[in-house]
């Protein structure tokens, strides 16, 4: 097998050791109807409603959509227009809690007899990808067994941005959750091998999981090399099988599914419980948090600065959703947490040193993981030419920020590639 093109980073994973603490209960929370990949859902609630923890508040007809659920019992204050980070726009209900967490009535265990009763559990549950892209899980369960079958279900445990150790912790504290929910997966979809992928600066969940597993002969635990990009999902596909996913192939394709493995825990979860997706595991750290690093487990719909109030933050320029490489930057730190943050990493300086010329090093290209030419994109999307783009294939790139990583001369590679991306018409 070629070795992958990939980067070192150092790892700092801080938190490692910090098990999961509840979250205090905020007074209100933000939710909006938009936290996935796909439709914005309908708001079921109105204004001065009273609602139930885990009550469903947001629902939608679209295939490629999730439900959303009140993480509180309380009163609904307003209905509003809200801006995600990435600049989507989509309505939000804001819901004073009454301190009391009353749990929603309808909330039991579902029934579950088949792969279709499986799948709509999954869909009604409110799951999406939680390692952070945020795409419906229950949409990924349910590909076509006939034409595209799966033979490998492929667990996502690499973790490999720094900082960041809610995966680790998933491993750490819920490897029941994890065993079960993989052979819950296996036996509704018919998978029959199954290979949970673990960094190798990671020895004690490794070590946890094969001691798991060591009885069941349809799972193995892989040991990658602790290297960036190695979560991305083409990545860990090879990785883990040395098949390749094709430009415009998906990886059920090539007889794969990947769930990264917060997110197999979870449905496992749901399916002892029945209580959907209303907290989720947030590793809070980076430069300017000066107490109380740790991981949590909080309520979707917090905003962002009470955790940095809670971790003590001093000077903070820049906060992120997510990793330093692939996480977005907070506009506004009275942003909520939603489904699909793994971590709040806040810093010190937001500095970026100045950007030099290109000196044609061939760096960037000889490190991104999609073999793509990152200086030659960066040449065409300044002359804003979108057939060179097209041509350039800059629609594949995963936007892991190996290239401006690299890059001797600071160039803005990554950036600018996503904002190239924009000119190339989709097909
Ligand atoms: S950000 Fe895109 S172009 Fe840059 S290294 Fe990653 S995949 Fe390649
Ligand atoms: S890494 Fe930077 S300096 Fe080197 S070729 Fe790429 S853009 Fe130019």
């Known amino acids: 097998m070629k070795k992958l093109k990939s980067i070192r980073l150092r790892h700092n994973k801080n938190t490692a050791h910090c098990a999961t603490v509840d979250f205090p209960v905020p007074d209100e929370v933000i939710i909006p109807m938009s936290q996935s990949m796909g439709a914005s859902c309908d708001c079921l609630v109105k204004k001065g409603d009273i ?3 885990g009550q469903k508040i947001g629902d939608s007809n679209a295939f490629m959509s999730v439900p959303v659920h009140s993480p509180v019992s309380g009163t609904v204050r307003i209905i509003t227009d809200y ?8 309505k939000a209900a804001i819901i004073d809690s009454d301190g009391e967490q009353t749990l929603s009535p309808e909330l039991k265990p579902p029934v579950i007899t088949d792969r279709t009763s499986f799948i709509a559990a999954v ?4 799951l999406v990808g939680l390692g952070g892209a945020g795409f419906p899980t229950h949409v990924k369960l349910n590909y076509d067994a006939v034409k595209t079958p799966i033979n490998m279900l492929i667990i996502n445990g690499a973790e490999c941005e720094p900082y960041i150790t809610s995966d680790f912790r998933e491993f750490m504290e819920e490897p029941a959750d994890i065993t079960e929910g993989i052979l819950n997966v296996q036996k509704y979809l018919g998978i029959p091998n199954c290979k949970i992928c673990i960094e190798e600066n990671k020895p004690e969940a490794i070590k946890l999981m094969k001691s798991k597993t060591e009885f069941i002969n349809s799972v193995e635990v892989v040991t990658l090399p602790s290297r960036y990009p190695q979560g991305a999902e083409k990545m860990i596909i090879y990785s883990a099988s040395g098949r390749i996913v094709k430009e415009g192939e998906l990886p059920s394709h090539q007889g794969v599914m990947v769930l990264n493995v917060s997110t197999v825990g979870f449905i496992n979860r749901y399916l002892r419980t029945g209580v959907p997706l209303i907290s989720r595991r947030v590793t809070l750290d980076g430069p300017a948090v000066t107490q109380n690093a740790g991981n949590y487990n909080v309520p979707v719909g917090t905003r962002i600065e009470k955790l940095i109030e809670y971790g003590g933050a001093g000077e903070i320029k820049k906060i992120l959703y997510g990793g330093p490489m692939m ?3 907070l506009y506004d730190p009275g942003q909520p947490v939603i ?10 300086k937001a500095v970026m040193p100045k950007t030099t ?6 760096l960037c290209v000889k490190r991104c993981p999609m073999n793509l030419m990152p200086v030659s994109i960066q040449k065409a999307y300044e002359a804003r030419d979108a057939k060179a783009l097209d041509e350039l294939k800059v629609l594949l790139c995963i936007n892991c920020g190996c290239c401006t990583y690299i890059c001797p001369a600071h160039r803005r590679l990554a950036e600018n590639t996503q904002l190239a991306k924009a000119l190339v018409p989709r097909k």
């Open 357 to 362: 010329p290109c000196i044609r090093c061939g």
């Open 83 to 90: 801006l995600l980070p990435d600049g989507k726009k989509c």
């Open 327 to 329: 996480g977005l930057c």
């Open 51 to 53: 609602v139930l923890k």
């Open 123 to 126: 869909r009604e549950s409110g």
């Open 339 to 348: 489904k699909t943050t793994n971590a709040v990493i806040a810093c010190k």
